[in-house]
Protein backbone atom coordinates (compact mmCIF):
# COMPACT_ATOMS: atom_id res chain seq x y z
CA UNK A 1 0.00 0.00 0.00
CA UNK A 2 1.41 3.37 -0.84
CA UNK A 3 1.38 6.56 1.36
CA UNK A 4 -1.67 7.76 -0.61
CA UNK A 5 -3.77 4.85 0.04
CA UNK A 6 -2.83 4.77 3.97
CA UNK A 7 -3.74 8.70 3.84
CA UNK A 8 -7.19 7.92 2.36
CA UNK A 9 -7.73 5.17 4.44
CA UNK A 10 -6.97 7.43 7.31
CA UNK A 11 -8.88 10.51 6.36
CA UNK A 12 -11.69 8.14 6.06
CA UNK A 13 -11.27 7.00 9.28
CA UNK A 14 -10.57 10.25 11.26
CA UNK A 15 -14.46 11.39 9.38
CA UNK A 16 -16.11 8.13 10.81
CA UNK A 17 -15.02 8.54 14.20
CA UNK A 18 -15.79 12.16 14.00
CA UNK A 19 -18.72 11.68 12.15
CA UNK A 20 -17.61 14.18 9.94
CA UNK A 21 -19.41 14.21 6.28
CA UNK A 22 -17.51 15.29 3.16
CA UNK A 23 -19.47 18.69 3.33
CA UNK A 24 -17.88 19.77 6.68
CA UNK A 25 -14.59 18.74 4.86
CA UNK A 26 -15.14 21.19 2.19
CA UNK A 27 -16.55 24.30 4.45
CA UNK A 28 -13.54 23.70 6.68
CA UNK A 29 -10.82 23.55 3.99
CA UNK A 30 -12.46 25.64 1.06
CA UNK A 31 -11.88 23.21 -1.31
CA UNK A 32 -14.16 21.77 -4.09
CA UNK A 33 -15.33 18.51 -3.28
CA UNK A 34 -14.12 16.68 -6.24
CA UNK A 35 -10.61 17.03 -4.45
CA UNK A 36 -12.00 15.37 -1.01
CA UNK A 37 -13.20 12.13 -3.16
CA UNK A 38 -9.58 12.25 -4.92
CA UNK A 39 -7.81 11.81 -1.43
CA UNK A 40 -10.81 9.35 -0.10
CA UNK A 41 -10.45 7.04 -3.40
CA UNK A 42 -6.36 7.30 -3.10
CA UNK A 43 -6.32 9.55 -6.50
CA UNK A 44 -3.96 12.11 -4.73
CA UNK A 45 -2.84 14.29 -1.65
CA UNK A 46 -4.63 17.67 -0.65
CA UNK A 47 -2.11 20.62 -0.71
CA UNK A 48 0.50 21.33 1.96
CA UNK A 49 -1.28 23.80 3.49
CA UNK A 50 -4.74 21.53 3.49
CA UNK A 51 -2.89 18.35 4.91
CA UNK A 52 -1.75 21.23 7.50
CA UNK A 53 -5.45 21.95 8.05
CA UNK A 54 -6.47 18.09 8.33
CA UNK A 55 -4.00 17.52 10.99
CA UNK A 56 -5.41 20.63 12.97
CA UNK A 57 -8.54 20.03 12.95
CA UNK A 58 -8.46 16.63 13.18
CA UNK A 59 -5.65 17.58 15.99
CA UNK A 60 -3.27 14.21 14.74
CA UNK A 61 0.47 14.21 13.55
CA UNK A 62 1.25 14.42 9.65
CA UNK A 63 2.69 10.94 9.82
CA UNK A 64 -0.58 9.47 10.90
CA UNK A 65 -2.29 11.00 8.25
CA UNK A 66 0.09 9.47 5.64
CA UNK A 67 0.75 6.18 7.31
CA UNK A 68 3.83 6.61 8.43
CA UNK A 69 2.88 5.81 11.93
CA UNK A 70 -0.05 3.75 13.25
CA UNK A 71 -0.13 6.02 16.52
CA UNK A 72 -3.01 8.13 16.78
CA UNK A 73 -3.05 10.17 19.51
CA UNK A 74 -5.09 13.62 20.17
CA UNK A 75 -2.10 16.20 19.72
CA UNK A 76 -1.83 20.10 19.85
CA UNK A 77 0.91 21.65 17.84
CA UNK A 78 2.54 25.08 17.35
CA UNK A 79 2.09 27.18 14.62
CA UNK A 80 4.19 25.87 11.26
CA UNK A 81 6.65 28.06 10.24
CA UNK A 82 7.58 29.27 6.76
CA UNK A 83 8.73 26.11 4.86
CA UNK A 84 12.63 27.43 3.94
CA UNK A 85 12.83 28.08 7.88
CA UNK A 86 12.07 24.72 8.90
CA UNK A 87 13.74 22.75 6.30
CA UNK A 88 17.23 25.38 6.82
CA UNK A 89 16.75 24.51 10.37
CA UNK A 90 16.62 21.07 9.83
CA UNK A 91 19.70 20.74 7.41
CA UNK A 92 21.83 22.99 9.88
CA UNK A 93 20.87 20.29 12.50
CA UNK A 94 21.84 17.45 10.20
CA UNK A 95 24.70 19.31 9.09
CA UNK A 96 23.47 18.59 5.55
CA UNK A 97 23.92 21.02 2.73
CA UNK A 98 21.83 22.19 -0.11
CA UNK A 99 23.87 20.63 -2.17
CA UNK A 100 23.91 17.11 -0.25
CA UNK A 101 20.38 17.18 -0.58
CA UNK A 102 19.85 17.41 -3.77
CA UNK A 103 22.70 14.32 -4.82
CA UNK A 104 20.93 11.96 -1.97
CA UNK A 105 17.24 12.75 -2.62
CA UNK A 106 17.20 13.54 -6.22
CA UNK A 107 15.46 16.27 -5.81
CA UNK A 108 15.90 18.85 -8.06
CA UNK A 109 17.61 21.92 -7.61
CA UNK A 110 15.20 23.95 -9.16
CA UNK A 111 12.89 22.64 -6.87
CA UNK A 112 15.20 23.31 -3.46
CA UNK A 113 15.18 26.92 -4.45
CA UNK A 114 11.48 27.30 -4.91
CA UNK A 115 10.99 26.01 -1.02
CA UNK A 116 14.26 28.43 0.20
CA UNK A 117 12.68 31.29 -1.54
CA UNK A 118 9.10 30.32 -0.14
CA UNK A 119 7.92 30.60 -3.78
CA UNK A 120 6.25 26.86 -3.20
CA UNK A 121 5.43 24.66 -0.31
CA UNK A 122 6.79 21.06 -1.22
CA UNK A 123 4.38 18.07 -2.38
CA UNK A 124 3.83 15.42 0.58
CA UNK A 125 5.61 13.11 -1.70
CA UNK A 126 8.73 15.39 -1.19
CA UNK A 127 7.59 15.69 2.56
CA UNK A 128 7.37 11.94 3.22
CA UNK A 129 11.09 11.54 1.30
CA UNK A 130 12.66 14.33 3.23
CA UNK A 131 11.36 13.03 6.77
CA UNK A 132 12.61 9.64 5.62
CA UNK A 133 16.35 11.31 4.33
CA UNK A 134 16.44 13.71 7.73
CA UNK A 135 15.15 10.34 9.78
CA UNK A 136 12.65 12.82 11.66
CA UNK A 137 8.61 12.75 11.63
CA UNK A 138 7.17 15.20 9.11
CA UNK A 139 5.48 17.18 12.06
CA UNK A 140 9.36 17.91 13.21
CA UNK A 141 10.54 18.65 9.38
CA UNK A 142 8.16 21.39 8.91
CA UNK A 143 7.97 23.03 12.26
CA UNK A 144 5.44 21.58 13.93
CA UNK A 145 7.32 20.02 17.01
CA UNK A 146 10.12 22.19 16.93
Do not use: H
Not at 7 to 20: Q, S, T
Not at 69 to 77: P, S
Amino acid sequence: MDNKSYFGERLKELMVVNNIKVIEIKNILGTDVSNIYKWLNNVSYPSYKNILSLADYFSCSLDFLVGKTENYEKLTFKKVPKFSQSLRTTMQEKNISEYRLNKDTDISRSILYEWFTDYRNPSIDNLIILADYFDCSIDYLIGREK
